[in-house]
């Protein structure tokens, strides 16, 4: 049996309801680093740049998570928490801004949001927010999904840091661009000697795969 076959044969099970985030802004750019970043991570995400169909998507889309930028042309982000308040008074709701103030920080929390985050900020700032509401829905991932998110993630950020590609990992390590893709992913569980073939390659220690885990 191949490394890859077998790799497979030990994926994690998915998550039958997986995270699922809607990001609202109205600058595109935005909203595909979010989507980009927040898939990555192992959610499902959608993204609206038109204040006017967050209401009625919010009310079909069973989210957990909304992203709201305050500040859009032709709407009122704190009328708009509002709207989505009679639709959903349970989804979790995020602020982010360009255009931080006490008044619309003091209206928002009014309004139950968890949070309220002055752009730009960090993807661990935003990673610590989330992780938080995930801890208060009780929709934490299994401990072993969270050591193969952080196993992948630690490795697409070296691998990026070093400038390489996944085909030129896959020369260095032996190992098939779908695997690498894969275990970046959380997709697959890594053998241990895949980790290691990664972290010779990487010139690194094994263990520090394991980021922060």
């Known amino acids: 049996m191949t490394e890859e076959r077998r790799s497979r044969s030990r994926r994690a099970p998915?998550?039958?309801?997986?995270?699922?985030?809607?990001?609202?802004?109205?600058?595109?750019?935005?909203?595909?680093?979010?989507?980009?970043?927040?898939?990555?991570?192992?959610?499902?995400?959608?993204?609206l740049s038109d204040p006017e169909r967050v209401p009625d998507a919010v009310r079909d889309g069973r989210y957990h998570v909304v992203v709201l930028d305050l500040m859009m042309p032709g709407a009122d982000g704190i009328a708009l928490l509002?709207?989505?308040?009679?639709?959903?008074?349970?989804?979790?709701?995020?602020?982010?801004?360009?255009?931080?103030s006490l008044e619309t920080a003091l209206a928002a929390f009014k309004l139950e949001a968890v949070d309220y985050l002055r752009k730009p900020f960090s993807p661990d700032e935003f990673r610590a927010v989330l992780a938080r509401i995930m801890r208060k829905k009780g929709l934490l991932?299994?401990?072993?999904?969270?050591?193969h998110r952080a196993i992948g993630q630690t490795i697409r950020n070296m691998r990026k840091q070093r400038a390489l590609t996944l085909?030129?990992?896959?020369?260095?390590?032996?190992?098939?661009?779908?695997?690498?893709?894969?275990?970046?992913?959380?997709?697959?569980?890594?053998s241990i000697g895949s980790l290691y073939k990664v972290a010779t390659s990487l010139d690194v220690r094994m263990r520090d795969l394991f980021g922060d885990f």
Do not use: H, W
């Open 82 to 100: 509002e709207r989505i308040r009679k639709v959903d008074d349970d989804v979790a709701v995020v602020i982010f801004t360009g255009y931080p």
């Open 141 to 147: 991932r299994s401990p072993e999904e969270a050591l």
């Open 167 to 190: 085909k030129q990992m896959a020369t260095r390590t032996g190992l098939s661009v779908s695997l690498l893709s894969q275990i970046e992913r959380a997709e697959s569980s890594a």
């Open 14 to 47: 998915r998550r039958p309801s997986p995270v699922r985030v809607l990001v609202v802004d109205d600058d595109r750019e935005i909203c595909d680093f979010m989507e980009t970043f927040l898939q990555n991570d192992g959610y499902q995400v959608e993204t």
